[in-house]
């Protein structure tokens, strides 16, 4: 039995519209032991997990995964359920999963969903082992296993205060991207409208704002001036004078650091010196200095204030225990912290009580240890500040907030310029003014912690995340910008770069990958083949984006999923052999299966460009979520004309102009003649791409003369569209530099270069060896038509071929008397091809490294500008 791979596939995917494990699980000799051959497994693992009784399984009812269990199924399955079953118990809510046969004897593909990837992966390494004992009736500490699980959840999961953020902006369908695996730094939206968070700290925070409440005294001085009661109070940097600032004061005094926060290192109520001295101790642990001010009589309350509202308020009462006459305090704590409400740090409702130095000193004002027995109903406090994070517990009381005191916590926050503020009031009841009863602020927090108010001990929850939310994005507030995904087999990069460069012309920041790089404003910040979900990310998370211009590669699709949750316009060129044999694609179905993902991420206010003249691009219509438009080289095509006569839209060529139509109303947009990158149409790739990139941006909005612009100011010459059937001078010949390394590409090549009897042409080609041998001879042959001679090399990488392995194998496919050479690599091949040629001929380079072979043509020697080709193209003159 092995796992033979897992994936995280963190975005929109094959699978599933959101987050999966992809497992790849070959469960070997299991394959003939289904789970009713082993005596006492189900009963061993239902004990170990009770909460797969919940599970349905296929049978539909609470139960049914049982049912299955005893009447038999197999390994591959029962993982799937366990893992989802213990991500439950660790916290998170997964039910999605599925196994399912590969075709191979014993190998199961198995996606579970997850939320937090790591956790997951430990979920089903977990998984296993515990099936695999219960099966072999082997002893195994389930609960020590599911308790090491939460451990991990807890290092990895959103704290409180974060998810509640992070949950209203999803349901309000705000992006939602996590910047660090286990810290709570979180982007919200897309490109110019993204907004971060920091647990209940925003990127609308006030620095000023913040560094004034971290030095207490500092903030009590800029609430006195505004007539707000605070407590009065010193800075002190030892224990006598600790202890003098209190006689001044007058006892009970408090004393707390300066720069502290989370009530770490508070102690109250302090009637005696030996109290001050050790409280000033416990507090000098922490950064600055301690500050002593007058203890303010009555309970702790903490007001929630978001956009200059209060908008939750909480009763806060310390640790403590209650006395039973027989459990010493310490043995009270242990019993308090098995409440599951209890986790370490700040994950869960409620923290663990700790039994630290400050609990003893608080022991202590009471006249107990650790070892003493309190009376049955004696409530012992060990603590005296209320923290939910020292184990505090808390009561909502919003209801109950006398308007003035709301009033008062929302000016605090206002004075301190602080878009969520925790007011820290203590009075003996909320209920009534704060000034009548003797009451003040304490303490300004500027990342207040939330969990108190989504989950308080007791009374009313309130859901403080919305607020927060609409106080970054009111309603109706845009989170999201344009994001036109491109996709197919050929010409996804011609269009990608075409469609930035209308959304540039109409003046617009846009972010665009490609498999040559990601651009910014027409920048480059990334090299290489950047089609990937990391690239989309780099585009999304950048603050100046505006439009994002996405290639999406069936590989990263494969690999990770998309980079987005989902776009504005989907496009989809065409699909044809290439790629067949890798990732589990071996048909043409099954690659449109894949490009497929693209159209199902269209939003419901979206469209799907589609391509009508490619049947199996045509039937992705079914599963798109928004509207369609159909792009199509003649208005004869029947599933473009099916479409218009039910009011659908498309874009299409008529009496020689690109038309765009929806229902019976027709637009004449340009003159192909205008076109120059089409040649006046006679390129049948490249009108194809212009009639993509023009549907895409007309379903966007974008001003229809302003496509019109792009659409003749776009050139096919290795500035906008290096390595895109780039036509150049050089000494004289014809070059023609083009990326295309499938049959449809090399098929569409042949068609752009028809043989006139006029030019010999040499052609420079190497193909990638991980295609399967029959894609390499059928591209090979695709060429056959156009060419009369031939340089055949390796690439750099040969992908696990021997050296010349795939030169031979193109070799195969010429006729005898074909003359053919090899060479080395890429570059060895176009100097043999420049070589070989004349003045007058034709170069056809098949580049695999773009950039480096047009370093090559550069540094060739009496480079001079060449005539226009026979495709009539216009020819680059950076070579002059």
Known sequence: MTVRRVQALRGPNLHAYKPVLRIELDIGPFETRPSSSFPGFVERLTSWIPGLHTHECSVGRPGGFVERLRRGTYLAHICEHVTLALQNEMGFDVGYGRARGTGETGVYTVVIAYEEEEPAREAFKTALE????????????????????????????????????????????????????????????????????????????????????????????????????????????????????????????????????????????????????????????YRGDVLVERHIEGDDFRLLVVNGKMVAAARREPAQVIGDGRHTVTQLVEVANQDPRRRPGHSSSLTRIRLDEAARVVLGQQGLTVDSVPAAGQVVKLRQNCNLSTGGTATDVTDEVHPSNARMAELAAQVLNLDIAGIDLLCKDIRRPVGEQGGAIVEVNAAPGLRMHLQPTNGQPRDVGVPIVEA?????????????????????????????????????????????????????????????????????????????????????????????????????????????????????????????VVVESVAADGAAVLNADDPLVAEMAAACHGKVVYFARSPDNAILQAHLAQGGSGVFVEDDAIITAQGSRRQRLVELDRVTFTAGGAIRFQL????????????????????????????????????????????????????????????????ALPRDGQRRTIMVMGLPGDRRDEDILATTQASLPIVDEYVLHDLKDRRGRAELEVPQLMRSCLAPDTPHHFAADQREGILLGFQLSRPGDRLVIIADLVEEALAVLEALADVEVGEEGACEAPVSRSFE
């Open 130 to 285: 515990l099936t695999l004992a219960a099966m072999l009736d082997e002893p195994y500490d389930a609960a020590a296993a599911i308790e090491r699980l939460r451990e991990i959840a807890d290092e990895y999961r959103l704290g409180p205060s974060t998810r509640a953020i992070v949950d209203a902006a999803r349901r309000r369908k705000i992006p939602v991207r996590r910047l660090t695996p286990t810290g709570s730094l979180v982007q919200l939206g897309y490109g110019i409208h993204q907004k971060r968070i920091l647990a209940s700290q925003t990127s609308d925070t006030s620095a000023l704002a913040v560094e004034i409440c971290q030095e207490k005294p500092l903030t009590n001085r800029v609430l006195r001036n505004v007539g707000i009661s605070v407590p009065e109070g010193r800075t002190v940097r030892s224990a006598d004078e600790a202890w003098e600032v209190a006689e001044e004061l007058g006892l009970p005094v408090i004393l707390k650091p300066e720069a502290g926060n989370q009530g770490k290192g508070v102690m109250v109520n302090l009637r005696s010196e030996a109290e001050v001295r050790a409280a000033y101790e416990v507090a000098s642990q």
């Open 472 to 596: 970054l994005y009111p309603p109706g507030a845009t989170s999201r910008i344009p994001i036109i995904a491109v996709t197919g087999t050929n010409g996804k990069t011609t269009v990608t770069r075409l469609v930035a460069h209308m959304f540039e012309t109409a003046r617009q920041c846009v972010g665009m990958t490609s498999t040559d790089g990601t651009y910014i404003r027409g920048e480059r910040i990334l090299e290489g083949d950047c089609s990937g979900p990391k690239s989309a990310l780099a585009v999304l998370l950048h603050p100046r984006v505006e439009v994002a211009v996405l290639e999406v590669a069936r590989g990263g699709i494969l690999r990770e999923g998309l980079g987005f949750d989902w776009c504005s316009v989907g496009v989809v060129t065409n699909v044809s052999s290439d790629h067949l044999g890798l990732g589990g694609v071996n048909t043409l179905e099954q690659l449109a299966r894949v490009k497929q």
């Open 688 to 751: 194809e791409n212009a009639l993509a990139a023009t549907a895409a941006a007309w379903a966007q909005g974008l001003n229809p003369a302003l496509i019109v612009r792009a659409l003749t100011t776009f050139r096919s010459d290795h500035r906008m569209t290096p390595g895109r059937f780039n036509v150049l001078g050089l000494a004289g010949r014809q070059v023609i530099l083009d990326y295309g390394h499938n049959v449809g590409a090399m098929r569409a090549l042949a068609e």
